[in-house]
C-alpha cells in the first residue's frame, strides 16, 4: 500500500540553524502538506501545496519557512534560522483530488525536531 | 471557525469491553469528520470519515462512529477492545464549506487497554 515517507525520523539542531525536512508523498497525490506538533499540545496546520505554489498557510508559517518541490517527488519544508519553540514533531502529509474537498490526507510517520 | 474538543485525554478499557472516545465539533456549515490514530513512534492513520452521506460510518478494525447534528457530536465506538487498539486517537474535522482543506485536530484520546 503507498505510505507517505519522512526522512529524517528525528534531527537534533542547535538554535538559529537551518534545517530542511524532506517528506514523499504518495506519488499520484496533487496537494502536499505540513503540520506540526508542539509536545503535550494539538496537531496544527502548517501549509499546504499545490500546483507549485502555496495554496494556504496558517499565522504560524512565517517568513522563517518555506516549501519547495524541487523534484517529482520530494516535498520539502525548510526553517531558516531554528528557535527553541521550533521543537516539535513535524508531520507530511499529501491528498488526491476529487473536487469536493472531502479527500482523504494521508500522513507520513514524522519528523521529531529538536532545537538546542 | 471550526473546532474540535475530545472530552477526555486518557480512557482505560479491559480487553474484551466496549471503547468510547468522545468528540464534539464546532462548524459553520457542513462539515468532514475524521478519526485518526497514532500508534508509538508511527504516522498518523486514517481510521474512519464522515462526508455527509450516511451518519454511521465504519472504519477499520472494527471502529465505527455516528454523526449526530443535534449534538454536534462524532464519538468513535468498538464493541470490544483489544490490547493492538492501545494508541493515541485524534478528532478532526474539515469545513468544506470555507474551501479550505487544512485539518483542525482534537487534542487527542490516549486510549489503554487493560489485560
Known amino acids: 500500500e503507498p505510505e507517505v515517507t519522512q526522512t529524517p525520523s528525528h534531527q537534533v539542531t542547535q538554535m538559529g540553524q537551518e534545517v530542511i525536512l524532506r517528506c514523499v508523498p504518495i506519488?499520484?497525490?496533487?496537494?502536499f502538506y505540513w503540520y506540526r506538533q508542539i509536545l503535550g499540545q494539538k496537531v496544527e496546520f502548517l501549509v499546504s501545496?499545490?500546483?507549485?505554489?502555496?495554496?494556504?498557510k496558517s499565522e504560524i508559517f512565517d517568513d522563517q519557512f518555506s516549501v519547495e518541490r524541487p523534484d517529482g517527488s520530494n516535498f520539502t519544508l525548510k526553517i531558516r534560522s531554528t528557535k527553541l519553540e521550533d521543537s516539535a514533531m513535524y508531520f507530511c502529509?499529501?491528498?488526491?483530488?476529487?473536487?469536493?474537498?472531502?479527500?482523504?490526507?494521508?500522513f507520513g510517520p514524522g519528523t521529531r525536531l529538536l532545537v538546542l | 471557525a471550526q473546532s474540535v474538543t475530545q472530552l477526555d485525554s486518557h480512557v482505560s478499557v479491559s480487553e474484551g469491553t466496549p471503547v468510547l472516545l468522545r468528540c464534539n465539533y464546532s462548524s459553520s456549515y457542513s462539515p468532514s469528520l475524521f478519526w485518526y490514530v497514532q500508534h508509538p513512534n508511527k504516522g498518523l492513520q486514517l481510521l474512519l470519515k464522515y462526508t455527509s452521506a450516511a451518519t454511521l460510518v465504519k472504519g477499520i478494525n472494527g471502529f465505527e462512529a455516528e454523526f449526530k447534528k443535534s449534538e454536534t457530536s462524532f464519538h468513535l465506538t468498538k464493541p470490544s477492545a483489544h490490547m493492538s487498539d492501545a494508541a493515541e486517537y485524534f478528532c478532526v474535522v474539515s469545513d468544506v464549506s470555507t474551501g479550505r482543506r487544512a485539518l483542525t485536530f482534537g487534542s487527542g484520546t490516549r486510549l489503554q487497554v487493560q489485560p
Open positions: 501545496f499545490y500546483n507549485n505554489e502555496i495554496s494556504e
Open positions: 502529509a499529501s491528498s488526491d483530488i476529487t473536487g469536493s474537498f472531502q479527500e482523504t490526507q494521508y
Open positions: 506519488s499520484n497525490h496533487l496537494y
